[in-house]
């Protein structure tokens, strides 16, 4: 759990974190990969190793997605969450004369989320992040749980930012609760204070998440204490949630041990989730709180061992008006509340193979952010990618349009030798006419293009593009020249191009029945059998 920030020397957060997760593995196979301390190199943002189209966001106003490296869509999904709170950029925004070296962690997120913001691309990589986290090898591909994830990032945080710093990020996300332990024997009670960066609610048996929240911040017994007054063993524990923060995260233990089989179970009972939730009845205090409004969920689909997160969040358009989008690593589409109100199950989430894992509230009256101000040379270094991308565009397009056309100019040879052929790079929307003319013929009407298929066809007709008539790169043709002597072209006219069994009746001395084979030509109109 995440301790307030108080002035100390900086701490190497990543050998806490390993012997966290360490310790954790050892409890559990629960398949969770830790951030293992390595060299790091500043590198930029780097798109060359993104295969395939480079392709754009739908509109300003959508959101860039993130390329998944292997298995690291529970990154991914954080990130989109966490780029859903502007204060948060705005803290990373403020930063200035970071130190590369001691925080890495700090200047590859904001970098990251700057051109999640400002990138014309539909996606962007987040190698430079997990370089940031000293992962090298297969780290990437190795999965981890989203839940986790948040708690070691915001460590991270802590360890690389400056304490009046880290201050402002948990102002964000921090809140404050306090267990009271209550000695049944003697009524000594002592109260232990607490800081969370999310609330973690069963779910098993229960119905919405107002009733997790119930049983959250109800009394339990316990016995496994002894109490120092009195020596009693009976005691009563209760959570108390004195001060919520502006946002709010919950996740949802949908994981559990069988502790009959001592096999992971995915617990997917249905949880009904009010996209608007009244957090008063489980405040132990006396004010009460305005409601919180549901602005994004991460989704878990699969089995307890493996399975898919992907993101659903809320984005507040320049009109004010509020969208839903659904980030699933690269691809971002839009998607309704009602659709995903529907899919949660009416009014709330539902469980399921795929059901919702994390959610993320924000206080109704939270004020909105101002305009964020991106330092000007990470805005510097948008522009520039972004003026790349444009490039890049244009010479796909290019090389997606070129059609390369493998012509022969000569017939097939009877010694079965090579004939000439040539090799043409056109347009996809060239047509028939343009590769006469490239081919250099001097009379388009007696020259025609067949394929060099089984049926040997015709192209045409001459306006029609090499798209149209699905013509692909490297598809072999041949160019064919009329004959002088018959006006045919060579591919009507082949000298056995058609073997015909012809009966002749003879009647002397006797009827009977010759049969002779004759070869036709293609072009023939009249058939003349020989003696």
Request: one cysteine or more; glycine letters at 6%; aromatic letters at 6%.
């Amino acid at each position: 759990m995440v301790k307030p920030a108080t002035a100390k020397p900086k701490r190497n957060h990543i050998d806490d974190l390993e012997a966290m997760l360490a310790k954790r593995r050892e409890q559990s196979d629960m398949g969770t990969t830790t951030h293992r301390s390595a060299h790091f190199s500043r590198e930029e943002i780097n798109f060359a190793s993104v295969p395939g189209e480079p392709r754009l966001r739908q509109s300003p106003l959508s959101r860039a997605g993130l390329y998944n490296q292997g298995s690291t869509c529970y990154l991914s999904s954080v990130l989109q969450m966490y780029a859903g709170v502007p204060e948060f950029e705005a803290v990373l925004y403020e930063l200035a004369d970071l130190d590369e070296q001691s925080s890495r962690i700090p200047v590859a997120l904001r970098r990251l989320l700057g051109f999640m913001r400002s990138t014309d691309r539909a996606a962007v990589p987040t190698k430079n992040l997990t370089d940031s986290f000293g992962w090298h090898g297969n780290e990437a591909r190795e999965q981890q749980d989203a839940a986790e994830f948040v708690a070691v990032l915001m460590m991270s945080l802590e360890g690389q930012l400056e304490p009046d710093t880290f201050r402002k990020v948990q102002a964000l996300f921090s809140g404050r609760e306090q267990r009271e332990l209550k000695c049944c024997g003697c009524g000594r009670t002592r109260n232990i204070p607490e800081v969370f960066t999310a609330l973690s609610l069963f779910i098993e048996g229960m119905v919405s998440l107002e009733e997790s929240l119930e049983r959250y911040t109800s009394p339990e017994s316990i016995d496994d204490l002894r109490c120092e007054e009195c020596e009693g063993s009976q005691f009563e524990s209760q959570q108390k949630l004195l001060e919520l923060p502006p946002y709010l995260m919950i996740t949802l233990k949908r994981f559990d041990y069988d502790r009959k089989t001592w096999q992971r179970v995915k617990v997917t009972d249905p949880l009904c989730c009010p996209s608007s939730l009244n957090v008063n009845p489980y405040l132990a205090v006396d004010h009460t709180s305005p409601p919180y409004e549901l602005i994004g969920a991460i989704n878990h689909s699969g089995t307890p061992n493996s399975g898919h997160y992907y993101a659903w969040v809320q984005q507040r358009a320049q009109d004010g008006s509020r969208c839903w989008y659904e980030c699933n690593d690269s691809a971002v589409k839009p998607i309704s509340l009602e659709t995903i109100e529907s899919t949660f199950g009416g009014d709330g989430l539902v469980g399921g193979s795929k059901g919702a894992y994390v959610l993320m509230y924000k206080l109704s009256t939270q004020p909105e952010a101002p305009p964020l101000q991106i330092p000007s040379s990470l805005q510097a270094e948008v522009a520039a990618d972004n003026a790349k991308l444009r490039d890049e565009v244009v010479t796909f397009q290019q090389k997606t349009r070129l059609r390369r056309l493998r012509v022969y100019t000569e017939p097939e040879r009877p010694d079965g030798e090579h004939r000439r052929y040539k090799l043409l790079d056109l347009d996809s929307d060239n047509t028939i006419a343009d590769l006469k003319k490239a081919l250099g013929v001097k009379d388009p009407e007696s020259a025609r293009i067949v394929t060099l298929d089984r049926d040997a066809r015709p192209l045409g007709p001459e306006d029609k593009s090499f798209r149209m008539l699905g013509i692909a790169s490297l598809t072999p043709l041949e160019l064919e020249i009329r004959r002088e002597d018959n006006g045919m072209f060579p591919s009507d006219c082949q000298e056995k191009d058609l073997e015909l069994a012809v009966v002749v009746w003879e009647s002397e001395p006797a009827p009977v029945q010759v049969v002779r084979v004759c070869s036709v030509q293609k072009g023939a109109t009249a058939l003349t059998v020989a003696g």
